[in-house]
T-cell receptor, first 117, second 112 residues
Framework: DGGITQSPKYLFRKEGQNVTLSCEQNLNHDAMYWYRQDPGQGLRLIYY???????QKGDIAEGYSVSREKKESFPLTVTSAQKNPTAFYLC????????????????FGPGTRLTVL | KQEVTQIPAALSVPEGENLVLNCSFTDSAIYNLQWFRQDPGKGLTSLLLIQSSQREQTSGRLNASLDKSSGRSTLYIAASQPGDSATYLC???????????FGQGTELSVKP
């Protein structure tokens, strides 16, 4: 059963803590993405990776970090430098990366809701 | 800078009605436009993708149109059902790097 999994579903963070959100896909997709969604707003791109061992900043990368050591995995760390991290975080993947000339849709995971205590 | 706007923010209709959701974008230089569905607390599911050279796409009771020159897209839902209740988001893929730019979404409620 192919798809994208995110864990945990709910995450609570204390002030000053770093936390890591997991994203795994078994779709054999090259590209993976992290988005942030705030209430009543659309999704905003945090980071994306078009190939293993390479990633690029999106529109709101400050206070976040990522790694792409394996094709299947793209974890997101929310650092203490992110001043307002409470949000819904969505991971996505696509068979090809952006600007590849091959227009395909992105497939989304179920999301992780992060709350700062 | 590309901006995507969806109006209305929320819509409530009785079951069986046909309805139209609107999406507008400021820059016509796009590769494609997509419509997604999001159930509460869940991820997004792609409904329809319209390439920039196309005018419309259909899937079952859904029909999406694209008028690139005027910067508008509509999602038409025929014979709405309570199961259609969800938030619908549109997103354009810009041709300056291919990022998806999302609208804020329209929250649809279909009453039995």
């Amino acid at each position: 059963d192919g798809g994208i999994t995110q864990s945990p579903k709910y995450l609570f963070r204390k002030e000053g803590q770093n936390v890591t959100l997991s994203c795994e896909q078994n779709l054999n997709h090259d590209a993976m993405y992290w988005y942030r969604q705030d209430p009543g707003q659309g999704l905003r791109l945090i980071y994306y990776s078009q190939i293993v061992n390479d990633f690029q900043k999106g529109d709101i990368a400050e206070g976040y970090s990522v790694s792409r050591e394996k094709k299947e995995s793209f974890p997101l760390t929310v650092t203490s430098a992110q001043k307002n991290p409470t949000a819904f975080y969505l991971c996505a993947s696509s068979i090809n990366g952006m600007g590849s000339g091959f227009r395909v849709t992105q497939y989304f995971g179920p999301g992780t809701r992060l709350t700062v205590l | 800078k590309q901006e995507v706007t969806q109006i209305p923010a929320a819509l409530s209709v009785p079951e069986g009605e046909n309805l139209v959701l609107n999406c507008s974008f400021t820059d016509s230089a796009i590769y494609n436009l997509q419509w997604f569905r999001q159930d509460p607390g869940k991820g997004l599911t792609s409904l329809l993708l319209i390439q920039s050279s196309q005018r419309e796409q259909t899937s079952g009771r859904l029909n999406a149109s694209l008028d690139k020159s005027s910067g508008r897209s509509t999602l038409y839902i025929a014979a709405s059902q309570p199961g259609d209740s969800a938030t619908y988001l549109c997103a354009v893929e810009d041709n300056q790097g291919g990022k998806l730019i999302f609208g804020q979404g329209t929250e649809l409620s279909v009453k039995p």
